[in-house]
């Protein structure tokens, strides 16, 4: 089992609707939560990050976390062309200072 | 505030060669890690330097190294270097540790081993 599985995709959502993107992780012990956005040739750029359970809400990008389930997502609500990327979730472990271990993120498109 | 830099952007070696990549973290910044991303293997973490002191490192082998200076600047070494080295290196700035605390890549630095 991967450390951190997301679905590469590719999602396709239309513009302006909202885009759900999930992400598990296997380590229950783990402490928080990164969501990155990468276009392609780029170096990835933090979206926001979660620690505790519940949602977390910045613009138009909300984070849910939910620990029990071991289960992290983020939703972008009215979607645009620019939010074309891949997503990209990360996990932080106590005792593991500032690593993160990443999935293999999820291409999202978004369509006129 | 200006963000975190990586020199060079871009760089052609030949097997064998060695390289030092150079990383300087968001001002007041203590924490580095280097990131290693490939289309096969994704990101992966190389090492986290934290006032001047390795915390914590990934599974690469020693030819992959690193340090940091007292400025929190950074830089890793890749010595020997071999075709699979090709890869993007990324940096990434933090101000400390603790599960509040986010972290920042720069533009990276893109390898060719030819």
């Known amino acids: 089992q991967k450390e951190v599985e997301q679905n590469s995709g590719p999602l396709s959502v239309p513009e302006g609707a909202i885009a759900s993107l999930n992400c598990t992780y296997s380590?229950?012990?783990?402490?928080?939560f990164f969501w990155y956005r990468q276009y392609s040739g780029k170096s990835p750029e933090l979206i926001m990050f979660?620690?505790?359970?519940g949602d977390k809400e910045d613009g138009r990008f909300t984070a849910q976390l939910n620990k029990a389930s071991q289960y992290v997502s983020l939703l972008i609500r009215d979607s645009q062309p620019s939010d074309s990327a891949t997503y990209l979730c990360?996990?932080?472990?106590?005792?593991?200072?500032?690593?993160?271990?990443f999935g293999t993120g999820t291409q999202l498109k978004v369509e006129l | 505030k200006a963000g975190v830099t990586q020199t060079p952007r871009y760089l052609i070696k030949t097997r064998g060669q060695q390289v030092t990549l150079s990383c300087s973290p968001i001002?007041?910044?203590?924490?580095v890690s280097w990131y290693q991303q490939t289309p096969g293997q994704g990101l992966q973490f190389l090492f986290e330097?934290?006032?001047?002191?390795?915390?914590n490192k990934g599974n690469f082998p020693g030819r992959f190294s690193g340090r940091q200076f007292s400025n929190s600047r950074s830089e890793m070494n890749v010595s020997t270097l071999e075709l699979g080295d090709s890869a993007l290196y990324l940096c990434?700035?933090?101000?400390?540790?603790?599960?509040?605390?986010?972290?920042?890549f720069g533009p990276g630095t893109r390898l060719t081993v030819l």
């Open positions: 990434a700035s933090s101000p400390r540790g603790g599960p509040d605390n986010e972290q920042f």
């Open positions: 380590d229950r012990g783990s402490q928080s």
């Open positions: 979660i620690y505790s359970n």
């Open positions: 990360a996990v932080r472990r106590p005792g593991g200072g500032n690593k993160l271990t």
């Open positions: 001002s007041g910044h203590r924490s």
């Open positions: 330097y934290f006032s001047e002191t390795q915390r």
